[in-house]
């Protein structure tokens, strides 16, 4: 029998005061933002350990003021140089320094920390988060790519573990919140909203002309530049249907998508009885962010209150997927189920970062995907019988991460002969 997952905090951290946070990801969007509800409730939260892949000089800074027990860097010349300067006397001098992917697994697992915050973006996160999941910690999980890449075996996982995987995504954020705790059998159907991105409204004949520096312009929201990317592709709606799928325990035909301008109900449960049950609120990724930390308490934020007097209507709008054809590929791909998903995230990864180089136009994002999803289903389905033993395992199954990892790198492979062909 489908039954959610059950979300109870262990009697010995309700015990505790003080929760112990390790933030992976800590100088971008979600890491700043979880530092900041840290810097509001310091009766509640103690860093213990934090992380980043660049903005070395912002990190020092959160060093100086949180003091953090074990700092994770990307490069051991990195690690030297801040264990030197912090070693003289500036802030800190007990924190240990520590690089890498070795680094990143040992902050994540940590025997200290209670609940980690997956604040990496990609799949970069795919094995800190899962350590962190072995380690069975509370895990506020922002970063939805490594769900979407091996969703399944994290759900097992944890409850082997006893992890806790907190949504902090606003979507799964509000369903969690408006779910709260009722079975999967009472669902039926999640509505994830989306605000439609920077090209809701323009005409489809100027999609051609699309520029990077508007691509990465959001009406609604404040975030990472490849989510922003996602966000506008709507490749970001498809990646969560997939996360919601394991995080709710879901099928996918259960879960639907809807334009709400002004994000201001983040998603919604339809219940069998035919009860709607949404959350509302300005878009302010803060929310979440608190809920999870102080989960299963609410923290006293204080943060700008949505008006609902100032809020002139509500607009929801079936997606226009000829606008957003990504939102098709990773549906198509969420129903196939094994490898696919994990294809077709390494695979967006790499167009979105060569989207960022300047390296291809807007509409060679999709273009790209849909040849690489057309390559796998080609591999999946048209192999010849006597060639069936040599599908990848990897494509129809993800039992472990190495295999997550192999379709990620299979679909990045695919990515790079694709763009050899448009350059
Ligand atoms: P970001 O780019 O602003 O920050 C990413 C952080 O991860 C930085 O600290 C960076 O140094 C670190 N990082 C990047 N690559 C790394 C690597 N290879 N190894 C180790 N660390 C690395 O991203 P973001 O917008 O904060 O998004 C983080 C995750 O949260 C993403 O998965 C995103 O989809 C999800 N998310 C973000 C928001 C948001 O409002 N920003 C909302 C919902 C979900
Ligand atoms: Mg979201």
Redesign the pocket.
Known sequence: MKSTASFSKSSETQASALTKVSV??????????TLEIVRQFPQKFQIEAL?????IEQLREQIIEFKPRIV?V?TSGQASELKETFSIGQGSPETEFVWGREG?KQISSDDETDLVV?????A??LE?TYSAVEAGKIVAV????PLVMAGELFMQTAKKTGAKLLP???EHNAIFQSLHNEPSERIARLILTASGGPFRDLPLDKFEQITLAETLNHPN????????I?SATMM?KG?EIIEAQWLFNVSVEKIDVLMQRESIIHSMVEFIDGSFLAQMGLPD?RV?IAYCLGWPERLPLKIPRLDPVALNALHFEAIDTQRFPCLSLSLKAAKQGGGSPAVLNGANEEVVAAFLNEEIRFVDIFKTLATVMGKLDETLHYAEPECLDEIPNFLLNIKSLEDAIQADQWGRKQVGKVLELIN
């Open positions: 992976l990801g800590a100088t971008g969007s979600i890491g700043l933002k992380s980043c892949k660049s903005s994770c990307d990143l997956a604040g990496i973006v990609g970069a996160g800190p922002a970063n939805k790519e902090t995504d606003s929201w404040e975030m990472g530049r490849k989510i922003t996602d970001n990646l990724m979440p």
